[in-house]
Structures are given as C-alpha cells and as structure tokens.
C-alpha cells in the first residue's frame, strides 16, 4: 500500500522555523518526484516546492524562496522541508504529494499521485 505521511507541523512564531518531514512506504522516491503544497482556510491549495525525479533539481514558489530549503533521504526515503524566517502568511495544512511525472516536477494538485493527509501550521504574529 503506496502511504505518504507528513510530520513536523505545530505552532511557532513569527520568524521561527520548523522542519517538515514526508515519509513513503509502498514506492521509493527514485521513481517520484516529491511535491510540498499548502492549503489556507478558504484558499485553494498552493504548490509551494518539489524535487524533480529526473536530476533532483528542486523549485520553490517565489514567496518562500530563500526561507524554504526542500531535500531528500534517499536510504530514509523521506523528504524534508526546512521552512526558516516563518511568517504569518504561512500558516496552512502543508501536504506532501508523489507524482511518477519524469519532466518539470512544478506541476498542478490534480497531476498528482499520491497525498499525504497534510500537517498543520500556524506562524504567531
């Protein structure tokens, strides 16, 4: 059974950090590429980072990038999110996805595989 679990969500303040983390069991990450999106009340979920499964390359919306650092465990089969410099504006359910695509891995909520059930986070002001 292909499962994709995130952990490390909570409460912080502003400029605070944490580290999200996405666990597969049922598939390895080599044939993935691993995408973070994040879901505010009453928005739409947003694509926020990935690692591409063709060259580990890794992309990050334009609002996080330089506060956000996205990586992977190959031996752990895990993928982390360091999220830094956290501001209010963050605070969503943050959901990990898989997608076999071997292009660009920036790709829309519905291309994908494979969701976790999301981790919660709220930045304080």
């Known amino acids: 059974e292909v499962q994709l679990v995130e952990s490390g969500g909570g409460l912080v303040q502003a400029g605070g950090s944490l580290r999200l983390s996405c666990a597969a069991s049922?598939?390895?990450?080599?044939?993935?590429?691993i995408s973070w999106f994040r879901q505010a009340p009453g928005r739409e979920r947003e694509w926020v980072s990935c690692?591409?499964?063709?060259?580990?390359?890794?992309y990050y919306t334009d609002s996080v990038k330089g506060r956000f650092t996205i990586s992977g465990d190959k031996a752990k089969n895990t993928v982390s999110l360091q999220m830094n410099s956290l501001k209010p504006e963050d605070t969503a359910v943050y959901y990990c996805?898989?997608?076999?695509?071997?292009?660009?891995?920036?790709?829309?909520?519905?291309?994908?595989?494979?969701w976790g059930k999301g981790t919660p986070v709220t930045v304080s002001s």
């Open positions: 690692i591409s499964r063709r060259d580990g390359n890794t």
């Open positions: 996805a898989a997608d076999r695509f071997i292009g660009s891995c920036v790709r829309p909520p519905y291309a994908m595989d494979y």
């Open positions: 049922g598939f390895t990450f080599d044939d993935y590429a």
